[in-house]
């Protein structure tokens, strides 16, 4: 809390009773231990009589970053109760609970939820509001949530799902109508709580994200030595979940979610937890020596030392004391921070986030990090694997993954798999790193495993988290791209979809290759190239999959609105104002043209409720486009699915051409299939 315009670090209790927060100076507790003389005080946050209502609390959200002070890098969650009382969080958790905890003091409550985030409790005065300012108030909250967790600051759009609500609200509502109005015949009011589900989108600007391709410098040249050195100290890695470890797998889940960090220098922790797993050597050698021991664990006389300048405490990380003159790792953290490329962005990432993908990278304990994961030995490693996992998490949103047009591999020794059958698909059980360099992942794999080749697809996705690491730790065989490992999902009731399938793309009698894809890739692309054939490859694969998945109606409804498109891009009018509109889409991230031209057609015919330019952000973004231009030549050999052959038939073949030959591909057999297109009927050869 903010006193005497100083911080000042407090335990607190909340009297409901008596509408009070009562505080206690955390400096008189130390360590669990509490000294004779308390230091205690209350504050009075709204009428202290038991029975009586309350409409006054007022909650306002802030986020706050300390990244001009070189020392500590810090980003706060911020409140400001009742327009009086200052206070800051570590994280966004505990600001989530705080906030609910001091919203419990009001009457009435609003309860609202987005489906990425926990329940929120926002309180109002029904008699003073409207419903339009309550939208704007949860508008900036949810915006302010957003630019902490991920630095998305530009909200692309807002609603509540009036249907949805819990009392539902009427579509007819007036937004002047005040909430009093609009829940005054609830039985208790006003001395209640309802329910509003929010839907939203946040993205990172432009000018904080980088490029795939350009805004990352990294080396094209293999250097065979180097790769066969670490190849050789990591034999048979193998970050796949096979279904029978799952079980396993979500034991440690759950162990590892109950875990919570005792000490609010999170940096501390991790250093704490590299010590105290015999990697001291990682955090104290420069570089050039660090080659000379990589794997090497230090027990000397000299290590003890070290450990004592340091107050190193096996059960207490708070004691540790961060000696940048001794821990040589932080230097490297810190000039990382200020690089040009993290500066490009924002300031995103906090120190010890860092240090958790440098220690990665480079550090030779990234190498038993990774075989404890797979060994399912999370808790040795568990602050490394939960940074790491927020790191990856937020660089994600900071690359124009859009963009990504590359394909990335993985080499794995001694890994093959009998059937696809045998893993869980959609999960790691650790971080993977990629690069794009086939050869890179060819020496990893020796003469007897597997390679697994990441689709493009995989980089898209939303949810699949993945970023460059080139930027943290230049490497020598190209470009290198980590994807972070997914809790498994604790609830079997919750029949989470998997975020990736896998399929055998080639084999023979030792290796292997086996293709990642994004699910959405595998849903959309057969429909999609069959549609694309019609149109005698003239559509963009993204357009079909876009009308296919985010316009309504029946695929005749969809086919026409094709149709209807087709013909208004051909217009010079219209091309010639998406040239001087192309700017501002690419301001906004819209990479594909195709995708633009049809946001700018549905504003156009008022299809839209939102601009163009903040649609086709949703659609490249948000929702992520599965398909590049090698997808043009797919063939599906290795689906398990069939090919609709009545889809075909729901089209009506208005195009002003006579004859198109469709050519379709199943278990490597072709079919000819040759359309009359001013009749209904089909002729087949």
């Not at 327009?83 to 003091?105: M, P, V």
């Not at 604790?490 to 989470?496: L, V, Y």
């Amino acid at each position: 809390m903010l006193k005497n315009k100083q911080w000042k670090e407090y335990e607190i209790a909340f009297d409901y009773e008596h509408r009070r927060i009562v505080l206690l100076d955390a400096k008189t507790r130390k360590y669990g231990i509490t000294k004779k003389k308390l230091n205690v005080w209350s504050l009075q946050v709204g009428n202290p009589k038991k029975q009586s209502l309350e409409f006054n609390v007022h909650i306002q959200w802030y986020n706050h970053s300390s990244k001009r002070d070189i020392t500590t890098c810090t980003k706060w969650c911020g409140i400001i109760l009742n327009h009086t009382w200052h206070f800051r969080t570590f994280g966004i958790l505990a600001r989530d609970r705080f906030s609910n905890c001091c919203a419990e003091f009001n009457s009435f409550h609003v309860l609202w939820k987005h489906k990425t985030h926990r329940m929120h409790k926002e309180p109002f005065n029904p008699y003073a509001i409207d419903f339009r300012q309550a939208i704007q108030c949860l508008q900036e909250k949810f915006n302010e949530r957003a630019q902490f967790r991920y630095g998305a600051n530009e909200l692309l759009w807002f609603e509540c799902e009036l249907d949805h609500c819990k009392p539902p609200i009427p579509s007819t509502l007036d937004d002047a109508a005040s909430l009093h109005d609009l829940y005054k015949h609830l039985l208790y009011y006003p001395r209640i709580q309802v329910y509003w589900k929010i839907n939203g989108y946040c993205m990172v600007p432009y000018q904080h994200t980088i490029g795939i391709n350009k805004d990352i410098n990294a080396s094209t040249s293999i250097d065979l030595d180097a790769l066969l050195l670490v190849a050789n100290k990591k034999p048979n890695f193998n970050p796949l979940l096979y279904q029978c470890d799952i079980q396993k797998f979500k034991l440690i889940q759950g162990n590892l979610h109950s875990i919570g960090s005792s000490s609010k220098d999170k940096l501390k922790k991790l250093l704490h937890e590299i010590i105290q797993n015999g990697y001291l050597c990682d955090l104290i050698t420069s570089q050039n020596t660090q080659q000379q021991q990589r794997g090497a664990k230090q027990r000397t006389q000299g290590d003890i030392i070290i450990k004592q300048q340091l107050h190193f405490n096996k059960t207490n990380a708070d004691e540790l004391i961060l000696n940048e003159q001794v821990l040589v790792i932080l230097k490297k953290v810190k000039q990382l921070y200020n690089s040009h490329v993290h500066e490009r962005m924002g300031y995103p990432l906090q120190l010890h986030e860092i240090c958790a993908l440098l220690l990665y990278c480079e550090i030779s304990c990234n190498i038993e990090f990774s075989y404890d994961q797979i060994r399912f030995n999370h808790h040795k490693w568990k602050y490394l694997d939960m940074y790491l996992f927020q790191a990856i998490h937020m660089l994600h949103s900071h690359e124009r993954r859009e963009e990504s047009n590359k394909s990335l591999y993985c080499g794995l020794a001694g890994v093959k798999l009998k059937s696809i059958a045998e893993i869980k698909l959609g999960y790691f059980v650790g971080h993977v790193g990629t690069c794009d360099d086939l050869k890179a992942a060819e020496i990893f794999r020796t003469d007897h495993g597997c390679i697994l080749h990441f689709h493009p697809s995989m980089r898209r996705a939303n949810e699949i988290f993945s970023c460059d690491t080139s930027w943290i730790s230049p490497h020598k065989h190209g470009r290198k791209v980590l994807f972070a490992r997914w809790p498994i999902e604790m609830d079997e009731s919750q029949k989470a979809h998997s975020l990736w399938n896998a399929n055998i793309e080639k084999e023979d009698e030792y290796t292997q290759t086996i293709l990642l894809t994004w699910t959405k890739y595998d849903q959309f692309i057969q429909q999609a190239i069959q549609i694309r054939a019609i149109w005698s490859h003239s559509i963009d694969l993204n357009l079909i999959y876009v009308v296919l998945k985010g316009i309504q109606g029946n695929m005749d409804q969809k086919n026409t609105m094709l149709f209807a498109f087709d013909e208004w891009r051909k217009q010079d009018s219209n091309q010639m104002e998406y040239k001087q509109s192309r700017t501002e889409f690419l301001q906004r991230r819209c990479s594909n043209p195709h995708i633009n031209l049809f946001c700018m057609y549905l504003f156009k015919i008022g299809a839209l409720t939102r601009t163009a330019v903040k649609q086709a952000a949703i659609w490249t973004i948000n929702d992520g486009l599965p398909f590049v231009d090698n997808d043009k030549n797919t063939k599906f050999h290795f689906f398990h699915s069939a090919i609709d052959l009545n889809f075909l038939l729901t089209f009506s073949f208005d195009v002003p051409f006579c004859y198109s030959t469709v050519i379709l591909f199943y278990s490597d057999i072709q079919f000819n299939f040759v359309f009359n297109l001013f009749n209904v009927s089909m002729l087949c050869d």
